[in-house]
């Protein structure tokens, strides 16, 4: 029996099922959220176990807290930009004032605008650089820095709480 082009059995990998579902799905429930029961839903559908769909779960809620621990990684980066910038230009603005009203002309002021505008626009590549080696370093630091500080105001808190008793 001749079999037509669209009749012909298609075969899929894995990665090409994965992401066909994920359009089926997005296209779908737009808006809508799935409950954990339905994702056990379709997980069983899919012949996934339970214990193989939490693993999954515990690995994509660790990605999304790495995701976060960046975004506010970035955040923080750009609030220094931003600081820095706003410095920037307080200051020289006020070097410029005073080099115009005593000499009449921008003289030694240029030479601190040149030098301070190099190293902001040194600092702003490196805030807007996302990846590589220097970013992560800056990111690890940033991190440990913060637990750090956490783990002290948690200290601290604690030591109020004992003696506020």
Same mark, same amino acid.
């Given at each position: 029996?001749?079999?037509?082009?669209?009749?012909?059995?298609?075969?899929?990998? *894995?990665?090409?099922? &994965? /992401?066909? =579902? #994920?359009?089926?799905?997005?296209? +779908?429930?737009?808006?809508?959220?799935?409950?954990?029961?339905?994702?056990?839903?379709?997980?069983?559908?899919?012949?996934?176990?339970?214990?193989?769909? *939490?693993?999954?779960? &515990? /690995?994509? =809620? #660790?990605?999304?807290?790495?995701? +976060?621990?960046?975004?506010?990684?970035?955040?923080?980066?750009?609030?220094?930009?931003?600081?820095?910038?706003?410095?920037?230009?307080?200051?020289?603005?006020?070097?410029?004032?005073?080099?115009?009203?005593?000499?009449?002309?921008?003289?030694?002021?240029?030479?601190?605008?040149?030098?301070?505008?190099?190293?902001?626009?040194?600092?702003?590549?490196?805030?807007?650089?996302?990846?590589?080696?220097?970013?992560?370093?800056?990111?690890?630091?940033?991190?440990?820095?913060?637990?750090?500080?956490?783990?002290?105001?948690?200290?601290?808190?604690?030591?109020?709480?004992?003696?506020?008793?």
């Amino acid at each position: 029996m001749p079999v037509s082009q669209t009749q012909m059995i298609r075969s899929y990998n *894995q990665e090409d099922i &994965q /992401q066909i =579902l #994920q359009i089926a799905i997005a296209r +779908q429930a737009d808006d809508t959220e799935f409950t954990r029961e339905q994702l056990l839903e379709i997980a069983a559908e899919l012949e996934i176990s339970p214990e193989c769909l *939490q693993v999954a779960e &515990q /690995q994509w =809620l #660790q990605k999304q807290g790495e995701i +976060q621990k960046r975004q506010d990684f970035n955040i923080y980066r750009h609030g220094r930009l931003q600081k820095h910038a706003g410095n920037f230009a307080i200051v020289n603005s006020f070097f410029m004032g005073l080099n115009l009203v005593n000499a009449g002309e921008l003289t030694w002021s240029l030479y601190i605008f040149l030098f301070w505008g190099l190293g902001l626009g040194l600092n702003a590549w490196n805030t807007y650089q996302s990846e590589g080696e220097d970013y992560e370093k800056a990111f690890q630091r940033w991190y440990r820095q913060n637990q750090i500080k956490q783990s002290i105001n948690t200290i601290w808190n604690n030591l109020f709480k004992t003696w506020g008793t």
